[in-house]
């Protein structure tokens, strides 16, 4: 008799999950970030519609100010319509003003190291930078130069990044190579941990946010238990003049593209105009009379939905609804 084997199928692969950058939970900010002047405070103080002082001088802003603003979504609004409710609660997206970084923040330059730690306290970032000419508004730096001015806060991110990651090395290193190449179950553990920081440090010495890396999951575990300012998703915010943006055409934007795509490739660039959004918000805010007038005659939209759902997807946040006949609500 022969005895016939059958083999058994192959065991399926399961992929591994993996984990994000980032801290999980559904109450994340988003800390808006640029130079001195660039309209970062114009930007806040539009889109929320509070009072932040916005004058033309560096450093105006220097606590953070925080607010909340709705995430729209038609969704919502649809099931608003459906159930005839008087309450319609939309998610949020928590947005931060930073005040304004210079060349040689990372050293405390300008108020730089309470800046630093105020992006350290946020989960994303606005990156608004400045593409308008205006001799009533100072540039930090002098003349108009986007490139620079992106070159100037990646670095000072990654500068910070640095610091802090040499930190840690300069606080174990001894540690380390005393455990040698033998250790138990925790010695081991610390010196793949050691080795993930020295990794980690080393790509960005060589100019890369750590975002843009390529990590397995226990890479993340480890530099998601430091505070990374280059960690962070990025949303590009070109701040140009109204007559620009009405006519949808500025000379700064192909250099920004230009820069995203060289040095941050699949980052998100938008722009809008701080003169234009503010004047609308004025109406909004006067009831909302004259508002459909204003968009009729300068032929435009607000930029700031899209934004704010820029910023809420990048997040990784999502939403589910509840509906009823006491209120329709998005829940984060």
């Known amino acids: ?111 730089g190291n309470n800046f630093l730690s105020h992006i350290s306290a946020v989960d994303g970032i606005f990156h608004v930078v400045r593409a308008f000419n205006d001799p009533d508004v100072v540039h930090v730096d002098g003349e108009i130069d986007p490139e620079r001015d992106l070159e100037t806060i990646h670095t000072e991110l990654r500068l910070k990044d640095i610091a802090m990651l040499n930190k840690y090395i300069d606080a174990n290193v001894r540690n380390i190579e005393r455990m040698g190449s033998g250790g138990n179950v925790d010695d081991k553990k610390r010196k793949e941990e050691f080795a993930i920081v020295v990794k980690v440090r080393d790509w960005v010495v060589a100019g890369n946010d750590v975002r843009k890396g390529t990590w397995t999951n226990r890479d993340v575990d480890v530099i998601n238990s430091q505070p990374l300012l280059t960690s962070k998703p990025v949303t590009y915010l070109a701040n140009v003049s109204e007559k620009d943006y009405i006519r949808k055409k500025n000379k700064y934007l192909p250099l920004i593209k230009k820069w995203i795509d060289e040095n941050n490739p699949g980052d998100k660039l938008v722009p809008f105009s701080g003169v234009f959004e503010t004047a609308l918000a004025a109406l909004q805010q006067a009831g909302g009379e004259g508002v459909a007038k204003f968009l009729e005659e300068k032929g435009a939209v607000s930029a700031f939905p899209k934004i704010i759902t820029l910023g809420y997807d990048q997040l990784n946040l999502m939403h589910f609804f509840t509906a009823g006949v006491q209120e329709v609500r998005a829940w984060t």
């Open 1 to 111: 008799t022969r005895t016939l084997s059958k083999k058994m199928p192959p065991k399926k692969q399961v992929a591994e999950e993996k984990i994000q950058l980032g801290r999980p939970g559904n109450n994340l900010k988003i800390g808006v970030v640029g130079l001195p002047n660039v309209g970062k405070s114009t930007f806040f103080n539009a889109m929320t519609a509070s009072e932040v002082a916005a004058e033309n001088y560096p450093f105006c802003t220097i606590e953070p100010s925080e607010s909340r603003v709705a995430v729209p979504d038609e969704r919502l609004t649809w099931l608003f319509a459906q159930y005839a409710t008087t309450s319609k609660i939309p998610a949020f997206l928590t947005i931060i003003d930073i005040a304004g970084l210079v060349k040689g923040a990372a050293e405390g330059a300008g108020l």
